[in-house]
Every structure is written in structure tokens, then in C-alpha cells.
């Protein structure tokens, strides 16, 4: 069943076999209009919940993380692969600096596809399109 942590993020652990569980998390990140202090403190909270999933579960973590990530992953080349798009935003840095901490992988920047099969959505205003971000804990791939 479903546990919320916040009003931004819930999580369920599910038993998969003996003795084996997947724990996944759902979350939606703060919006870029918000200050820089509540996304960070997001993170912190986020961090803390991914600390108590115990260490032996397959781990997802989904949501809307309303961030951008960079194509170029030459910084990153432990938690994404080489073929996001666009430029990284203060989420997206906040967003790859807790995958490198947690050992995860935003897997849809693994496979080469398209670029207008990359992104699912344009920001009303700045007509900028949108990656929809989905991590996995690296022992899940």
C-alpha cells in the first residue's frame, strides 16, 4: 500500500520473491518558480527517505522532478547515459547530484532515440520540451 512522506512524496514496498522487495517512490519536485532553498530542502528530504529504503531492495524512484538535464554527460557519466537533451536547469543539477549519491540511473537517457521521441511535454511559455526523468537503482539494469 502506498505511504506518503509529504505532500510531495509517497513510496510503496512490494514483495517480489523470498525475501526480495522493490521499493518504489514517487515524487513531484518543486517547480522552478520555487526558491532555491525549498528545491534544496526537497532533496534533503528525498535523500532522507532514500537512506531508510534498506540497501538490498530494487529501487525506482519516478515522478515529475521538473528538471532538465544536460546532453553532454561527461560529469556524469555514472548516472546517465549519453543521450539526453537540452541544457540542465538548478533542478536537473540537484537531480543528477542525488542520483550520483544513491547510485541511480536516469534510464531514459541510456537509449538512442529521436530527439522529438526524447521529450513528453513544452513549457507554455518558453516553448522549451521536456524529458519525463525515470530512475532506477543501477542493480535493477
Request: net charge positive; glycine share 4%.
Amino acid at each position: 500500500m502506498p505511504r506518503p512522506v509529504s505532500d510531495r512524496t509517497m513510496k510503496m514496498r512490494l514483495p517480489l520473491s523470498k525475501n526480495n522487495f522493490a521499493t518504489i517512490t514517487s515524487v513531484y519536485s518543486p517547480t522552478m518558480k520555487n526558491p532555491g532553498e525549498n528545491k534544496v530542502a526537497f532533496y534533503n528530504q528525498l535523500a532522507s527517505v532514500l537512506s531508510g529504503i534498506p540497501c538490498i531492495d530494487k529501487l525506482l524512484l519516478i515522478g515529475d522532478f521538473n528538471a532538465r538535464i544536460v546532453r553532454e554527460n561527461y560529469k556524469w557519466l555514472l548516472v546517465m547515459g549519453k543521450h539526453g537533451i537540452g541544457k540542465c536547469n538548478f533542478n536537473g543539477e540537484l537531480l543528477l547530484a542525488l542520483c550520483s549519491e544513491f547510485e541511480l540511473i536516469v534510464t531514459n537517457t541510456m537509449f538512442k532515440q529521436k530527439d522529438d521521441r526524447k521529450t513528453t511535454w513544452m513549457h507554455p511559455r518558453s516553448r522549451h520540451w521536456h524529458i519525463y526523468n525515470r530512475l532506477h537503482h543501477q542493480e535493477v539494469l
